[in-house]
């Protein structure tokens, strides 16, 4: 390892730990990886704590607690350039259902001392606190991309990493459509890429766990799911999942609902 | 000169090497604890809270989530209680590919512990990485039973974080047997290889520590437990599953978001392959039972530090039951078995890699969760982990600062804590006074 080995920081809030782990499950490139970067801090792998400042930080998880909105600044000044990754650190992650609910109502439903647990009200990405660089979608990330990423950023390069829906996944790889096919429930056309088409191959439709494209066409999207006879609170649930705090997703489902709203309404009304 | 004060304080703020974010605080009076605490500062996540109104068939995707390490226990252990729910049993092939899944779950967990967040405490490393230019055998072996574990979720799941294979009644998509035999090679190498690692474990430098525990674990007629069986202890517990709410009790105290248990008017117990191993040591593979015997472990083994062994053991176990379930495969007719709606409740333990995992669920007619109670290994083992530090203390008095965090440290890993599970941990805190 030179001296000059770039620092490498990774960074745990409200996640399962998964993203992270990612970067462990690298096995066979993790021990080149260790040996291209000094890594700084990573306290699932080490106690070895260095402290800042840091040239790249992987920040995994949601903002949730006031402690950890204070502590994401902090690491935002002591890092040149800072990743987030995974579903939970770019979107809020599936803790995000709590922004449709009143927080007590859940926490009073887990915990026997709702006055000892201090919680926000809502879960949000990194993004919503601190200026991020990258992000990296998934719940939980590819381990390809992410090593891509480290790659790109080291060598100060653009990441390449698709865009486009998972739908182009299906077509590059030749996979026949569940959807048109097997009339499967896919959110394939409205998902970021990533994941190799990785249900589809499976059998089953994709459920939206690496969040929303960029610009998809949710409405769209959403008016297919109700002429297949797909019953509103069906299409809530599948906009409001492991992406649930990402814009696009979240205003898809709450449109829903509000349609949903008016038709009983105007029913109610004949 | 710290062993002339007669007392102070041990801290570690922030348990490196577990999965999640916790930590310990102790104080010690001479060679006393006066105060233990693990303190898990996961932010909590609420998922037994936004579980209701959710469809059944997403709990195992849902579930899976807390935690990245041992998804598939939390897919098993939730489309299981569900099925009991329902009144579905999967039984035959689509049975056997469920231990499949999860011997490479434990596979993969086991060996991510044993090798890269356990054994470099062993051998006085502050991580695998810097170990691995000592001991760059041990160390790429690890990594490649790791990956054997990695392959058999990512080849049957879909993939190794969160696989996206499993759903109630079994999976999507059935793999063939042509599919399933590229792993055996592998998986052959692997057997091997945890044979050695029972070996090299058994002959690392033990602290001296036991306690008698109350041991709890599943247990089944036939097999070394894992989806199913009857619960039971080395103090003559014994019921089924669907009794777990009368005798475990979960608290809430102020120093942690994780919910802690007990056995009501006994205590603590200790859930984990300690306690597998222990009362289940007839129901291992002939291979596993011979290389215990080998490494010179048989019940009961009462010192919580050869948890490593066991582990080591328990890899021999999953990678003979891997290779028996692939060789003699054939392909169920159908990829699973059908699930209706009904209303029901119902309760389910799977053995976790790090202990017994409890889901109980309530459904209505429309498949719809009414209400869901999860509690994750991690939770069970808090009071215990608590206990082995008090009872550590004159050790730790003994020893300099820095030596005795890093005792206590080791002594929480013993448990592989999962703090994103039970959070549902570690800073290390010692005050000598």
């Not at chain 1, 790109?152 to 590059?172: F, M």
Request: charged share 25%; with cysteine.
């Amino acid at each position: 390892m030179a001296a000059t080995a770039p620092r490498l920081a990774v960074w745990k809030f409200a996640s399962c730990d998964g993203c992270q782990l990612s970067l462990l499950d690298l096995e066979d490139d993790l021990l080149a990886v260790a040996g291209a970067v000094e890594i700084a801090s990573f306290p699932e792998a080490s106690r070895a704590v260095g402290p800042g400042p840091y040239d790249v930080s992987l920040v995994e998880g949601s903002i949730t607690t006031p402690h950890d909105a204070e502590r994401i600044q902090d690491i935002r000044r002591n890092s040149r350039i800072l990743v987030a990754i995974g579903s939970c650190a770019t979107a809020g992650g599936i803790q995000a259902l709590r922004n449709f609910h009143a927080v007590k109502d859940f926490v009073s439903l887990v915990y026997a001392h709702p006055t000892y647990i201090d919680t926000l009200a809502t879960s949000t990405p990194i993004s919503e606190h601190v200026k991020v660089d990258h992000e990296l979608h998934g719940c939980p990330i590819n381990k390809r991309q992410l090593l891509e990423l480290l790659n790109a950023t080291l060598n100060g390069r653009k990441p390449v990493i698709s865009p486009h829906p998972v739908c182009t996944e299906c077509k590059r790889k030749g996979i026949v459509c569940v959807m048109v096919a097997q009339d499967l429930v896919c959110m394939g056309p409205v998902t970021h890429a990533g994941c190799g088409a990785l249900c589809p191959r499976y059998q089953r439709g994709c459920f939206g766990c690496y969040g929303p494209s960029d610009a998809p066409n949710t409405a769209a999207f959403a008016s297919s799911l109700d002429f297949h006879g797909l019953p509103p609170e069906a299409s809530v649930r599948l906009f409001r999942s492991f992406a649930a705090g990402a814009p696009e997703f979240r205003d898809q489902s709450l449109a829903i609902e509000e349609s949903a709203k008016r038709s009983t309404s105007s029913k109610a009304g004949h | 000169m710290p062993e002339q004060e007669s007392s102070r304080t041990l801290k570690v703020d922030y348990l490196a090497r577990v999965e999640g974010e916790g930590s310990i605080f102790m104080r010690l009076e001479g060679q006393q604890a006066r105060e233990v605490r693990l303190q898990i500062f996961e932010p909590p996540r609420f998922f037994e809270g936004f579980l209701r109104g959710r469809a059944q068939s997403e709990a195992p995707d849902i579930t899976a989530r807390i935690c990245g390490i041992c998804p598939v226990a939390y897919q098993m252990s939730s489309s299981h209680a569900i099925e009991r729910a329902l009144g579905v049993t999967v039984e035959g092939a689509l049975r056997k590919l469920r231990r499949l899944l999860y011997a490479g779950e434990y596979i993969e967990s086991h060996a991510l512990h044993l090798f890269m967040l356990h054994a470099p405490d062993f051998l006085g490393y502050e991580d695998a990485l810097l170990m691995a230019k000592d001991h760059p055998g041990v160390v790429t072996r690890g990594l490649r039973m790791k990956k054997i574990g990695n392959a058999v979720v990512e080849l049957l799941g879909g993939r190794e974080i969160h696989p996206i294979n499993v759903r109630l009644g079994g999976f999507y998509r059935l793999p063939a047997r042509s599919e399933l035999e590229t792993l055996l090679p592998e998986l052959e190498w692997g057997l091997e290889a945890a044979r050695e690692t029972v070996s090299w474990t058994a002959g690392l430098a033990y602290p001296e520590f036991e306690q008698d525990y109350e041991f709890v674990s599943l247990r089944h007629p036939d097999e070394y437990p894992v989806n199913e069986g009857r619960i039971v202890s080395n103090k003559g517990l014994d019921i089924p599953v669907e009794q777990y709410d009368e005798i475990f009790v979960e608290e809430h105290d102020e120093h942690s978001t994780a919910l802690r248990s007990h056995i009501k008017g006994r205590g603590p117990y200790l859930t984990g392959p300690l306690a597998r191993f222990n009362l289940n040591f007839d129901r291992l593979r002939p291979p596993a039972r011979q290389a215990a015997l080998s490494a010179g472990l048989e019940p009961a083994c009462r010192n919580p530090f050869k948890s490593l062994i066991v582990r080591a053991i328990e890899l021999v176990q999953v990678f003979d039951e891997a290779l028996a379930i692939i060789r003699e495969y054939q392909p169920p007719p159908v990829p699973h078995v059908d699930i209706p709606t009904r209303a029901g409740t119902g309760h389910a333990i799977t053995e976790a890699p790090r202990g017994m995992l409890f889901h109980r669920y309530t459904v209505d007619a429309e498949g719809i969760i009414q209400d869901a109670k999860i509690v994750a290994p991690t939770s069970q083992n808090q009071r215990i982990i608590e206990e082995d530090l008090r009872l550590l203390a004159p050790q730790l008095a003994a020893l300099d600062p820095a030596r005795a965090t890093w005792l206590a440290e080791q002594a929480v890993r013993n448990y592989d804590p999962c703090i994103s599970c039970s959070c549902h941990f570690l800073k290390l805190d010692i005050e000598r006074v």
